[in-house]
């Protein structure tokens, strides 16, 4: 009853059906894309790393206190609350820390896309160190991927809007992001995901405060309504909801197929960047979609029974 009660808003792993997963891939992709424009919104008025560390604290006080009150019992040992907290290092203090940082200086588009390449990187590892297996038909669909956004990449750059510094910040806040999906797959606990994320919340805050407190001011905070709407959105919406999401996604998929879907990230990202956040849309763009799109279904299309 308590794994049911700690996830009472997701379905049993057993019940996932295909068109659950399509829901829930649906939403955390909505999520998680959407999450590059709030973020730009919120660095606008506030120190990056101040904004994170406030935001990482809130979203763990907030599910330690709704756990509480639901009656989910702690059922974490000490190895999975270790795993959590250095989830919480690498799925967010270091990648969005890193990844913040590279907001001042790139567009949420251009972010959106070079984390979209999380596939490429993930399906390396998942083959060496998880026994994934590298099908001619995974690979390719990688490739197309790979070329898809490769493609749009070079046509944003090509605006000069974006600057080198920020670009390498996103690499390195992707291979972060790829390190915490193998650690998840890797040593991820069968249960308490609601309480662990929590803990991971609050592991990433611990990690990233001295590093707002050293390199930051609280004085360079600009209170507005767009910033407090950025706040409470990537609170509620993205370190709650989305990671649980994820971990969900995960442990109803292979890692490689799981993180084929950041494929799905670079057209919403662009897009909700020019609702947003007024970024300048091109047609080739649209162009790199076509490619995008066919790597994520030739990479997730289940094979054929024999």
Known sequence: NHQVRQCWWLPPLAATSRVRLALMVLGFVLLWSSAFSAGKIAVADCPPLIFLAVRF?????????????????????????????????ANQAVYLGIGYVALKTV??????????????????????LLGERMTWRKLTGLLLGLCGVAFVV????????????????????????????????????GQGFWIGNGVQSLAAGIAVLPFALGFESFHDIVPSTSLILAFAYNVLFVSVFAYLLWFR????????????????????????????????????????????????????RPARAA
């Open 154 to 189: 070079q046509s944003r750059l090509t605006l000069g809007t974006d600057q080198l510094s920020g670009i390498v910040l996103c690499v390195l806040a992707l291979l972060s992001l790829v390190g915490g999906t193998i650690l998840f797959k890797l040593f991820a606990p």
């Open 57 to 89: 604290f809130a979203a763990g006080v907030l599910m330690m206190a709704l756990a509480a009150v639901s009656g989910i019992p702690w059922t974490l040992t000490r190895r999975d609350v270790a795993v959590f907290a250095a989830l919480g290092v």
């Open 249 to 300: 996604i995960l442990m109803v998929s292979g890692a490689t197929a799981a993180s084929s879907y950041h494929f799905l990230i670079p057209p919403l990202g662009m897009m909700f960047g020019w609702l947003l956040l007024g970024e300048h849309l091109e047609a080739a763009d649209l162009i790199g979609i076509v490619p995008v799109a066919l790597g994520i279904y030739l990479v997730t």
């Open 107 to 128: 567009s949420a588009g251009l972010a959106a896309l070079i984390i979209s390449a999380n596939p490429i990187v993930t399906a390396v590892f998942a083959a060496a």
